[in-house]
């Protein structure tokens, strides 16, 4: 049994990127963790009953993924480049520490989405062989929406070099997907409920 850290920027980001492999590890018998790095706040403008809906949704998808425990974070949404980066690393190193992974998923460092780009960022520096020695494997899933509209030169777009086969999973991610309800909506902005990208990631070592 390994212990496996998956990493969302937001509550959705964890499914589209890498809900398949997260099943397969789940069955495998390993313990997965799920950290949300990002939250809506009522500072940040959101209304109470949206913030107790996404409370709902992550504790429903929660129990699909059975996830061994969510992290949460708590950093305000959409405004994770703006905080100290001190700050966010040392909320990912807690998260790390406490739960010695093996494996850890991330975001792709290349995604259009500031907060994804920050959250690769802080958590990467949490990888240190010689700080953090458990973790032997680093992946960045690819989130359709995000990691298709990068178009920063300096960065390298995502080449998929290592696999999954998610093919007895692939109805559990579809399932996932449905309990986001209204966070999908029609291409280009995102993914239409059901749909699925190919199950992959980038191995950072």
Known sequence: ????????????????GCGGAILRHVAQGDSVHWCIVTAMTSAAGYAADRIAARAATIETVAKHYNFTDVHELGFPAAELDQLPRAEVVAGFSDVVSKVTPERIYLPHPADTHSDHRVSFEAAAS????????S??????????????FGIDPSMDAF??????DISDHLAGKVTATGLYGDEFAPPPVSAKRGWCPRAGGVARR
Request: charged share 20%; glycine share 2%.
């Open 126 to 133: 949490c990888t240190k062989w010689f700080r953090y020695n």
């Open 159 to 164: 080449r998929a070099n290592y696999y999954i």
């Open 135 to 148: 973790i032997k494997q680093v992946l960045a899933y690819e989130t359709l929406s995000e990691t298709g």
């Open 1 to 16: 049994m390994s212990n496996i850290l998956v990493v969302a920027p937001h509550p959705d980001d964890e499914t589209l």
